[in-house]
């Protein structure tokens, strides 16, 4: 018998953001630190028995309903297709989360296991500038698996992060995709983690962004649900999809929160900004009950930004304590 996972300010959380792993075969500018970089040892990640045992405890005690599988870059794991074999077992609604290279050695495994929701990063449509952003000159093979899995028939979401004097004079260009294809083109603002070297004036905030696609389409908002974190609208009746804005800096969605992360080393954050992590790996390795920390670790999460920073404008990049984005899962 599941019961809820409810916060201290009432908050029932229904979503498992899952990180499988923390290495990615890009290098985006904005995930990872702008230094050396190594990833967790195999012996300190959670292996395929481990993710599928944790989650099975998220979903048949609490009621989760949703996982999504994230990274680093989560296609890169030897083990991926077992992972997904296991999760599948489980009543739960199935995504990943993907950089789109090797999507395509996968869409049979994801048919195959009831997975639909694909998001994918496109931070460019400019070869050059892709490849200043990624650091790898991969651009036509992203392209291709987004076209393939839409063909597919795979609900598509496509996550841009916008960022000032970067990409930003590509706003209309990547928002234009969501009128030709049936997908959601989500902006998303610029965030401050662990050595990414984030500053203030790079962020464009999300009512700027539809400023400046209001000058080129009138624009229809559509209704959002309470646990949406992206607010949604269509360029005109004609098109095809929609787009979206995350506003995790300038509108944060924290009222509305129902997520929980686990990092590909088993600690669960209650907040992408949180510093408090909370060891599920070294508990179940020794056999132990999780549902205390578990409901202690949701008990304890903060209002709102991890507790951390409240506006945009009270942010302290040197004094943020938390892991680069890549270390947390996307």
């Known amino acids: 018998m599941s019961t809820n996972l409810i916060d201290s300010f009432g908050r029932k959380h229904t979503y498992l953001r899952l990180s499988i792993t923390d290495s990615c075969n890009f290098r985006c500018l904005y995930c990872m630190p702008d230094e050396p970089f190594g990833s967790t040892p195999n012996a300190k990640l959670m292996n395929s028995d481990e993710i599928f045992g944790i989650s099975k405890v998220f979903v048949d005690n609490y009621g989760i309903e949703k996982i999504r599988i994230t990274g680093g870059e989560p296609l890169v794991r030897h083990d991926f297709a077992e992972i997904i074999k296991k999760l599948a077992t489980l009543d739960v609604s199935l995504g990943v989360t993907s950089n789109g290279v090797l999507l395509d050695k996968y869409f049979t495994l994801f048919k195959d296991n009831g997975v639909q929701n694909l998001n994918i990063s496109i931070d460019s449509l400019d070869n050059e500038r892709f490849k200043q952003i990624t650091k790898r000159d991969l ?101 095809r999809g929609i787009f979206g804005f995350i506003s995790t800096m300038s509108n944060a969605f924290c009222g509305g929160c129902n997520r929980i992360r686990l990092t590909s080393d088993g600690k669960m954050k209650n907040c992408l900004f949180g510093a408090e992590e909370f060891d599920l790996l070294s508990l179940y390795r020794k056999g132990e009950d999780l549902t205390a920390l578990i409901k202690e670790g949701i008990w304890r999460k903060h209002k709102e930004k991890g507790g951390q920073f409240s506006e945009m404008n009270t942010v302290d990049n040197n004094k943020l304590v938390n892991r680069s984005m890549i270390k947390i899962g996307g």
Not at 168 to 197: C, K, T
């Open 139 to 239: 651009l036509p093979k992203v392209w291709e698996n987004i076209q393939r899995s839409i063909d597919e028939g795979f609900k598509v979401k496509l996550n841009a992060v916008i960022m000032r004097g970067v990409n930003d004079d590509e706003l209309l260009q990547l928002v234009g995709l969501s009128h030709s294809y049936p997908i959601e083109m989500r902006f998303i603002e610029f965030m401050p983690f662990y050595g990414n070297a984030w500053e203030r004036n790079k962020v464009i905030s999300i009512n700027e962004m539809l400023l400046e696609i209001q000058k080129s389409y009138s624009c229809i908002k559509l209704n959002d649900e309470k646990h949406d974190t992206s607010r949604k609208y269509k360029l005109s009746e004609e098109s």
